[in-house]
């Protein structure tokens, strides 16, 4: 097969498909909020349904993984560049 200007097309290989832990952290990289709150609702509901937790070992739980996530977001909140000074002469 050739492309327009005549020359042999390259081959194009599929993308492997991803590992079940890698499109998870994606999906945590890419909503750290949602994540945290998804992580201590199940951890919450869990508790309601027999998982064996104190209070304190579950405030523990919340805040290491608020404190973990809080990094993923600063990400999305931090400018990347910086503006100009409003009063800077041009």
Not at 38 to 46: F, H, K, P, R, T
Request: proline residues 8%; aromatic residues 6%.
């Amino acid at each position: 097969m050739t492309d327009t200007s005549g020359q042999p097309a390259e081959a194009v290989t599929p993308l492997a498909p991803r590992p079940w832990y890698v499109r998870g952290w994606d999906l945590v990289a890419s909503e750290p909020v949602a994540a945290q709150g998804l992580i201590q609702a199940s951890l919450s509901a869990g508790m309601a349904f027999g998982l064996h937790l104190t209070v304190e070992q579950m405030g523990s739980i919340n805040v290491l993984v608020a404190a973990a996530l809080a990094f993923l977001l600063r990400r999305s909140v931090v400018p990347l560049s910086k503006l100009p000074a409003s009063g800077a002469a041009d």
